[in-house]
Each structure stands twice: as C-alpha cells, then as structure tokens.
Nanobody
Framework: QLQLVESGGGLVQPGGSLRLLCAVS????????IGWFRQAPGKEREGVSC???????????DSVKGRFTISRDNAKGGKNTVLLQMNSLNSEDTADYYC????????????????????WGQGTQVTVSS
C-alpha cells in the first residue's frame, strides 16, 4: 500500500528557511516522480517542485525558482525520501504542503491537476510570518 508521510513544516520569519521531508513507501512503479504541492487558504492546490526517479530531473514552479531545492535520497528498506529545501521564504509561501507520487516525469507530475492524483500525504503546514 502506498504511503506518503510529510514532515518539517512550521513557523518561520520572512527570509528564513525550512526543510520539508516526504517519506514514500509501497511504491510499485519502476519509474515515477515525487513532488511537492501546496495549498494556500482560498486557493487551489498547485505543484511546487517535483523530481523524477529515472534521472533526477526536476521541475520548479516559477515563483520558487532559485529559492527552493528538491532532492532525492534513496534510503534503505525500500523507502524513498524527498527533501524540499526552502530558502528566502516569504508570505506567499504560506500554505499547507503535500507530497504526491505518480508514474510521470517530474514536469508532468507538477503540472497535473491535483484532482487526478489519488494518493497524498497528510500535509504539513508552513507559515511565514513576522
């Protein structure tokens, strides 16, 4: 059974940094991408950054380019861990962050409608405020 568990959110001041972690287990696809989506109050869920297992290619939405970095860390025991390092945070980054996985390339996962992604983690809240 596919499971996604996010962690690492919290409260940070503008200009600060946070690192989010998504641990995925139960994967059955040979190739897939893991990505981060976020949903701010009153807004639709959007793809933020995704990474492909096949070649570690990445995708970033324009608003986070140069500030966020996604990486994969293949851990032992069949788990896949994806990290999202978020620097220079601003109030526009305040949202609930969710990770998702699908048998797509990174850019496709991040641009896929969230409604078509069946499996999500529980989410982690990021609040950027002074």
């Amino acid at each position: 059974q596919l499971q996604l568990v996010e962690s690492g959110g919290g409260l940070v001041q503008p200009g600060g940094s946070l690192r989010l972690l998504c641990a995925v287990s139960g994967l059955t696809w040979e190739y897939y991408s893991i990505g981060w989506f976020r949903q701010a109050p009153g807004k639709e869920r959007e793809g933020v950054s995704c990474i492909s297992s096949r070649d570690n290619s990445t995708y970033y939405t324009d608003s986070v380019k140069g500030r966020f970095t996604i990486s994969r860390d293949n851990a032992k025991g069949g788990k896949n861990t994806v990290l999202l390092q978020m620097n220079s945070l601003n109030s526009e980054d305040t949202a609930d962050y969710y990770c998702a996985v699908a048998p797509y390339w990174a850019f496709r996962l991040c641009q896929t409608s969230p409604w078509s992604i069946p499996d999500w983690g529980q989410g982690t809240q990021v609040t950027v405020s002074s």
